[in-house]
Nanobody
């Protein structure tokens, strides 16, 4: 079993920044992918950014150049630095991890990000 604990959401004005954190209950080397998804009201959950084993990162087109995903191996934590936030970034953000050994997907509880105009 894997636990993912998120933190760092909140309310920010447009143009501001937030950093989300997701602490995993086991070594991040255990995971094939680690990343972030978001779900806005009435919309499907979508990939924001992820990091694959080997260091390959992927970003949604809508966040490229504004968001940065990073890993801290010592803390088993994945971060999402969000800059130049826009009202359309408002959503619940979920941490996601896929365990290499079992190919099982795990989700955090979600953290609300609200960007006011």
């Amino acid at each position: 079993q894997v636990q993912l604990v998120e933190s760092g959401g909140g309310l920010v004005q447009a143009g501001g920044s937030l950093r989300l954190s997701c602490a995993a209950s086991r070594s991040i080397f255990s995971f094939y992918t680690l990343g972030w998804y978001r779900q806005a009201p009435g919309k499907q959950r979508e990939l924001v950014a992820n990091s694959r084993s080997g260091g390959v990162t992927n970003y949604a087109e809508s966040v490229k150049g504004r968001f940065t995903i990073s890993l801290d191996n010592a803390k088993n934590t994945v971060y999402l630095q969000m800059n130049s936030l826009k009202p359309e970034d408002t959503a619940v953000y979920y941490c996601n991890a896929r365990l290499t050994l079992t190919n099982t997907n795990y989700w955090g509880q979600g953290t609300q990000v609200t960007v006011s105009s």
